[in-house]
């Protein structure tokens, strides 16, 4: 199992619930986009510490080794697609690095050598149900603990405040 976290509220609140249930994931990614704000690069390491403090695994930085979203917005002199109603960027520079870790991280590749999948969770809360996709894939099964615990936003920042987080 291996959680997708983005840095933020909902992903932290999913993580915190699951430190406190005793769920504990193989891998925590974090795919780095290299535009983030530096408060989010200094929660994404001051919130791995908390994990690690608690017996959870560190939070992996995954990133495009081509450039970063900045650098491809430059180039391509325009704003992300984001911008203009669309997701691409999310899927270049967050769920394609994500992937090509797990196609090279070894428990992983003995999952789908011995016909299993990878578990991803991913902190949509249920005020986002809208974004939830039916992943078919041979190689994934996708998960979305808040949805499933019924946590919208409300319960996600109140969970954060109370681990003493901002």
Do not use: H
């Given at each position: 199992m291996v959680v997708s976290f983005g840095g933020g509220t909902n992903s932290?609140?999913?993580?915190?619930?699951?430190?406190?249930?005793?769920?504990?994931?193989?891998?925590?990614m974090f795919a780095d986009t290299g535009g983030e704000l530096p408060e989010t690069y200094q929660f994404v390491l001051d919130f791995s510490d908390w994990l690690v403090d608690r017996g959870m695994p560190e939070v992996?930085?995954?990133?495009?080794?081509?450039?970063?979203?900045?650098?491809?917005?430059?180039?391509?002199?325009?704003?992300?697609?984001?911008?203009?109603?669309?997701?691409?960027?999310?899927?270049?520079?967050?769920?394609?690095?994500?992937?090509?870790?797990?196609?090279?991280?070894?428990?992983?590749r003995e999952a789908w050598a011995s016909g299993g999948k990878v578990v991803k969770l991913i902190g949509y809360d249920s005020d986002e149900s809208h974004r939830i996709k039916d992943y078919d894939s041979k190689k994934f099964a996708v998960a979305y603990p808040l949805v499933e615990w019924g946590w919208g936003r409300k319960e996600c920042v109140a969970v954060v405040a109370a681990a003493g987080f901002k």
């Open positions: 932290a609140a999913m993580l915190i619930e699951m430190t406190r249930r005793g769920v504990k994931p193989d891998l925590i992996v930085l995954v990133r495009s080794e081509s450039k970063t979203l900045e650098q491809d917005c430059a180039e391509r002199q325009t704003l992300p697609s984001l911008a203009f109603g669309f997701k691409t960027c999310s899927q270049r520079f967050k769920v394609q690095p994500q992937d090509k870790y797990l196609n090279n991280w070894t428990p992983a």
